[in-house]
């Protein structure tokens, strides 16, 4: 069975029970200030599970892209020295959002992988938490184990500790026993020899779980205490590439159709072969595991970078880089080439690939060639290392240094060191980076109270697209402390009319208002699991009171400014540049707006006029805000809103249409253009290969600019005695300008001419040499080229000049070459020793050489000791 065939034979099955297809949620979350990546298939369902909002279908299946290589769940260092683990893989899961509990769960797995895959049950394990006696107290699963036990025999049921078959999502929040199934591929003999179920998360390469049946029944709270949850619900996730590895009879992910045309591409473009050598093998499966990983960030709008997600990109791409550099001898980009076989195979299931596959091989052409060129400076500079090293073992202080500091990778200096037979301080570098960890976890760490909750009615509603200020009323509160912002509380209301922060647009700021009058100042505002929360510094006094929550009308109105731009400003672009212009990125902020899109070359100073002339045409032209709320998202498309790649939509969306240009778009916006007044680009530039960025301003901001502009333009015609026409008076005074230099040049060339001629009368012959030592009116620059010039014409030249510039000394050494060798002369040395004179020092070649100093006064005397090195 083919691995689209395995795909679609799940999501039926489950689609026959009841279960509603839903689409994978974007592997890189946007808008979740907890996570940067999906790493497990319940990530997009936790308001669910949380309780913050009720699932329309409390049944859903999908496949989801999970990606874990940060965090609580992080397999990168393991990827590729095994054949099933993955930072990239697809998750399949099951889900009953307060429905059906373990009975449906557990029958139904078995009946699709036992009746509709015919997986063999004799290959089939099943696990059960057995329960633990730390703070928890928990009871074995007898709940679990009896429904096995009706289905397999119990000497397939394998208890389970805490760490295998107890699943938490994070440090807080819902949890619950989960039952594995593991499956064992081994040959009948292998199995002969060593019973399965001994295997079973023993890290066997052919005895791997394969399904993880979660009940969620507990919430985790702050103190880590456990609380039952209201609802309980059942989330699952099956590795599809090890269940496509079990389908296919192949004893590894990397030999099923997932991998191998992809492995097929790496071994013809690196000249390699997998399967021969561990090494090699182990690069290879590196290599076809993460070009996924980057390919797949990079279609959801994740650029490599250097902080946050990006960063983690970053570290992926480089990790295979390194590997194919060490082990592949690839000296050139080669990753960008296998961005078409991916296409190929996944771009049916995953259209981002394929519509952004250009944008994806450039980006990851670029990060290769910086990451070469970084490795060959880290080879260079461990060369360094490695010439001043005493004894044996190189400082690990040292390699931390190269690792942090340049992105050396460290196996790769550990590999070096020992083809040189030398070691590596592993314990110093340890240190050094545990140090830095510290450093940055305790300046990140956030601690989370539990929420007080002051009332049941947990649905909220966001009435901020209509009002600015309403009466609200608290529903629940937490303290969270960080290093960062201190002490602040995080409040939910009933309703609320402050954005979120959310689709690139900042967070309201603004406060509550008590009924006596006092105030309590909210920061800002964020959304977390379907929540609206509000960051304050200071609790409301009276919490059961109704509050008049006003939002900051100020900022509001410029953000909405710059947020009706962006979207004209993406409209423009697209007119003025081509369709190919997709938006990669937007910050819209009170005093700017900035936006990222894909297109191939710098913008020209007449298309951003173009764009800028097109936005403000639109501006003057008056368009309404036109706005449809919780539409169907396939009505939404089918009128020509834009969606963006890695964005998630719901089942209904809304759209906001000016003119022509309409998004799917849930940030708030001017009424009508023209209360945006003027739209002015700031700037524009690359941020990565193939994507530009334009900053720019609109309302207030562009009057700030223009009067500031015309008080600069004050000043300068100010400056211009007032010229009508400064434009004219500048270049006239250019004209000026060159024309005196050229003059000055001309002068200051006569009068080298003539020192040229003075100078060489004043020279004295001292043993065979033309020597000469003065203090002269040059810089250093006219010093050296006379001393050049000079020695053209002389033979057997000695000449120290000294120069006082600026309350600093300058001695200036030139020797003949016929005299460095004949007298065993050196100018370096020379300038060294009469440096001193001047405090200073300098170096320099054996004919001439150079020194600075702070100490003028000392020139005489420098001047005077010169004779000596000639007598
Ligand atoms: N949440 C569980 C896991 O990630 C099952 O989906 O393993």
Redesign the pocket.
Known sequence: MTSKEIRSQFLNFFKEKGHKIVPSAPMVIKDDPTLMFT????NQFKEFFLGNSVAKNPRAVDSQKCLRVSGK?NDLEEVGKDTYHHTMFE?L?NWSFGDYFKKEAIEWAWELLTEVLKIDKDCLYVSVFEGSKDADKLDLDTEAFDLWKAIVPEDRIILGNKKDNF?E?GDQGPCGP?SEIHVDIRSAEEKAKVPGASLVNADHPQVVEIW???FMQYNRKADGSLEPLPARHV???MGFERLCMVMQGVQSNYDTDVFKPIIREIETITHSKYGKDEEIDIAIRVIADHIRAVSFSIADGQLPSNTGAGYVIRRILRRAVRYGFTFLNTKEPFMYRLVNVLTEDMGEAFPELKEQRQLIENVIKEEEYSFLKTLEQGLVLLDQVILNVKGKEVDGRKAFELYDTYGFPIDLTALILSEKGLTLDEKGFELAMQEQKNRSKSASEISKDDWEVLSSDLEQEFVGYDMLETNVKLVKYRKVTSKKAGEQYQLVFNLTPFYPEGGGQVGDKGYLEMPNGDVVYILDTKKENNEIIHFTKNLPADLNGTFRAVVDKKQRERTQANHTATHLLHQALREVLGKHVEQKGSAVHSKYLRFDFSHFSKVTPEELREVENFVNARIAGQLPFEEQRNIPVEKALEEGAMALFGEKYGDTVRTVRFGRSIELCGGTHVKNTGDIWHFKIKSEGAVASGIRRIEAITSDAVKDFYAENDRVLLDIKGLLNNAQDPVKAVSTLQEENAKLKKEVEALLKDKAKNLKIELKNELQEVNGVQFLAKKIDLDAAGIKDLSFEMGQNQDNLFLLFATEQNGKALLSCYISKELVGAKDLNAGTIVRELGKFIQGGGGGQPFFATAGGKKPEGIDEALAKAKDYIK
């Open positions: 790493n497990a298939g319940m769940h998750m899961g699943w999502m989960c993880n049946l979660v989330d699952t996730g």
